[in-house]
């Protein structure tokens, strides 16, 4: 089992941004879908997640500006990023709970990290 990410680059303050992640090898089921980030000097935090169900949280400091989606049938989640700011600098992980075939639990997987970086 593997998470691949895309998308991420250089884009100006307000601009926008898409990441994308897809989940890949011998799949039983997917709980949660989620996107982290990692600032410079600062810790992983959780930027959004989305359940199995479709239920979302988001952290308070993209509410209103990023949306998660996925897609079930393709094992993808995504993450659209508007109004784009100078603090949503960092890179970006995607993390899925998977259980694999074969076995009798869902462990966490992480995707390689993709950059972005919002310049003022």
């Known amino acids: 089992v593997q998470l691949q990410a895309s998308g991420g680059g250089l884009v100006q303050a307000g601009g926008s941004l898409r990441l994308s992640c897809a989940a890949s090898?011998?799949?039983?089921?997917?709980?949660?879908m989620a996107w982290y980030r990692q600032a410079p000097g600062k810790q992983r935090e959780l930027v959004a997640a989305?359940?199995?169900?479709?239920?979302?949280n988001y952290a308070d400091s993209v509410k209103g500006r990023f949306t998660i989606s996925r897609d079930n049938t393709k094992n993808t989640v995504s993450l659209q990023m508007n109004s784009l700011k100078p603090e949503d600098t960092g890179v970006y992980y995607c993390n899925a709970g998977i259980q694999p075939y074969l076995t009798s639990s869902s462990s966490a997987y992480w995707g390689q990290g993709t950059q972005v970086t919002v310049s003022s």
């Open positions: 989305v359940e199995s169900s479709g239920r979302t």
């Open positions: 090898g011998s799949i039983f089921s997917i709980n949660h």
